[in-house]
């Protein structure tokens, strides 16, 4: 067993709630710009510290006259957009509690979570949403009201609180305590229903305060430059929900991207131009991805990938340098760097809107090479690691301490422990009370302060974290070897053309894949080779796609021994999707679901 230890910066939140800071902050600096919107000709209109707080009021007032009262758990069903932040702060003002639901789920998904949380009032987005809810509201008796944003929700409950006096609402709001609960947020569910995360006001504001105020110098490209984020992140999900929170807390301006996509959230990075964001890995793939087709198709393919090597090198002898292992760039690896700033880097941090310098990954595993080639194209990507159980982020490279390929050190006031079977344990202020009316499996990942992650783990000597796989997705082929397929599936899509990859081989003899391309790569890919785009069923079966595709399995394999190396693997026609129930709203493959779904594909694998 193996443990490893940060203090906390700062005691935890004695009086008050996670509302209180949008009313703080308006009293101390009215004029601030608080957040930004898209007004209707697609522009970035400005929300001042003040007329944020007053929005919050407003809206506060009108839950109150439309029956929402303390401690009633109201459900938001919706993209990340702003009013969703202005409901979610609404709500916490009056002491009720939200209940995120990701705007892509299921009826039946939805049913369980508004009856399970037992929900008396909703948020939808738009007509479809209103919908799903009302296909199941007759299993649901407590639900009394559901609200459609793109109806005029939002106009109806300000104009039915005018007559509600502030004082009312501020009442409310001083009755909330830090440990009153201030959201349940469900998990993804990806082996069984999902099961509710309570989370207090006290994990939130200690969360996102220990976050700020350990990173707080990276939010900024400079000195005394005003910090300000896109979010993007689903704000369904624990990751985005603590940023929004941080942003109010800290008095960073912010603004939100509803569509989790390349594209739309380059433009918008355009645009806005942060001085940091926070992404999953997804994204920084999809952004280098994007990078290297345009410079394939401006016939520079070759000096774009001496940049990339020259990137990784130079950002590897600085990690070397900082932890004592290695001298630091040579001056002639000074020089390439400085030569491929000007020509390559330059243009990719202006495509992030040319002043991130900094931004922070989570959600799954980021490829160590990946981490490398942004930190030496000048965007440093600090990697962390953390479940809705923890409020966010319970482990992150520290500034000054990035170690790639790791999830870093833990956070400030928190605690990690490896226990015998190589389980990642966490302690600290922001683990979650329980799961709701589910005391059997509380009892089950909490245990004496310690939360039970379910992940394997290794702790090295400086307390770096790295994860290895988790404890249900241990593969056990028929000859009795144990495979993580973690590392296997990270690297094999580290490929330009992979999209997802899946391994298989619980009680096979030996070990394969199932893989998926990324659609707009091989497009780009068969365009550059003048060849047309076949119906997939043909592609799949192109000998030139095949053997790109075995060239990554190959790389996959020397990082494993034999008996845990991909033998085979099948090319799918189509990637896997949220919408086939294949992936959960965080992108985390349902291994139990793909496996039924492609259950020919994978006997075929072993014939």
């Not at 990719?348 to 981490?371: F, I, T």
Request: glycine share 8%; hydrophobic share 40%; net charge neutral.
């Amino acid at each position: 067993m193996r443990e490893f230890t940060v203090p906390p910066l700062d005691a935890p939140p004695l009086v008050g709630g996670l509302a209180d800071a949008v009313f703080d902050r308006a009293e101390r600096d009215p004029g601030r710009i608080a957040v930004c919107r898209k007004d209707a000709a697609g522009d970035w209109a400005e929300v001042t510290a003040a007329g944020f707080r007053d929005e919050v009021l407003a809206l506060a007032k009108g839950l109150i006259a439309d029956g929402v009262r303390f401690g009633d758990r109201v459900a938001l069903m919706c993209r990340t957009r702003y009013e969703w932040t202005l409901f979610g702060f609404a709500i916490w003002t009056i002491g009720a509690q939200s209940v995120p639901i990701y705007p892509t789920s299921s009826a039946e998904q939805v049913c369980w979570i508004l009856l399970d949380a037992e929900v008396s009032a909703c948020m939808v987005e738009h007509e479809d949403h209103a919908m799903t809810v009302g296909s199941v509201v007759d299993r649901l008796p407590l639900l009394k009201r559901l609200w459609q944003l793109d109806t005029g929700a939002v106009p109806r409950l300000l104009d039915a609180g005018r007559h509600i006096d502030d004082e009312v609402v501020h009442r409310h709001r001083r009755a909330v305590t830090p440990d009153s609960t201030a959201t349940i947020v469900y998990t993804s569910g990806t082996t069984g229903p999902p099961k509710g995360c309570v989370i207090t006001h006290a994990n939130l504001m200690y969360e996102s305060d220990t976050v700020t105020e350990h990173w707080g110098p990276v939010f900024r490209s400079r000195p005394n430059e005003e910090p300000s984020t896109l979010l993007f992140l689903p704000l369904a999900h624990v990751y985005g929900r603590m940023v929004e929170v941080a942003a109010v807390r800290k008095g960073v301006r912010f603004a939100h991207q509803p569509v989790l996509r390349a594209q739309e959230v380059l433009a918008d990075l355009a645009t806005f131009r942060p001085t940091f964001f926070l992404a999953v890995p997804y994204v920084f793939e999809k952004i280098f991805g994007a990078a290297r087709r345009r410079a394939e198709e401006a016939g520079k393919l070759a000096p774009f990938d001496k940049a990339v090597e020259v990137a990784v090198r130079y950002a590897e002898a600085v990690e070397h340098r900082a932890f004592g292992i290695g001298p630091g760039p040579s001056t002639a690896l000074r020089m390439q760097h400085q030569f491929f700033d000007r020509a390559v880097y330059a243009k990719l941090r202006a495509a992030l809107g040319g002043r991130v310098r900094h931004a922070m990954s989570g959600g799954s595993g980021m490829d160590r090479r990946l981490g490398l080639f942004f930190e030496g194209a000048g965007v440093t990507v600090f990697e962390g690691y953390g479940l809705t159980e923890t409020t966010g982020a319970a482990v992150a490279n520290p500034p000054r301490g990035t170690k790639y390929g790791t999830v870093g050190r833990p956070v400030p006031g928190t605690s990690v422990r490896i226990a015998e079977d190589g389980e990642v344990w966490l302690s600290g202020r922001q683990l979650f009370t329980g799961y709701h009316g589910d005391p059997k499996s509380t009892g089950a990942v909490l245990r004496d302060g310690w939360f039970a992650t379910g992940d394997l783990g290794v702790l090295d000597d400086d307390g770096y974290l790295t994860i290895t796989g988790r404890k249900k997705e241990i593969l056990v082929t028929s000859g009795g070897k144990s495979v993580s397929p973690v590392a296997l599936e990270e690297r094999v899509r580290s490929h330009p053309l992979v999209a997802q990859c899946l391994v298989v081989g619980n009680d096979r003899p030996f070990v394969a894949a199932l893989v998926t391309i990324d659609p707009e790569a091989v497009e780009h890919w068969l365009r550059m080779r003048r060849k047309p785009l076949p119906p997939p069923a043909e592609l799949v079966r192109d000998p030139e796609l095949e053997s790109e595709i075995r060239r990554s399995v190959v790389a996959a394999n020397t990082t494993v021994s034999q008996a845990e190396s991909i033998r085979t693997f099948r090319i799918l026609a189509h990637p896997f999707s949220e919408e086939h129930g294949l992936l959960t709203p965080s992108l985390k493959l349902k291994r139990r679901a793909i496996e039924e779904a492609y259950a020919a594909e994978v006997d075929a694998l072993y014939r």
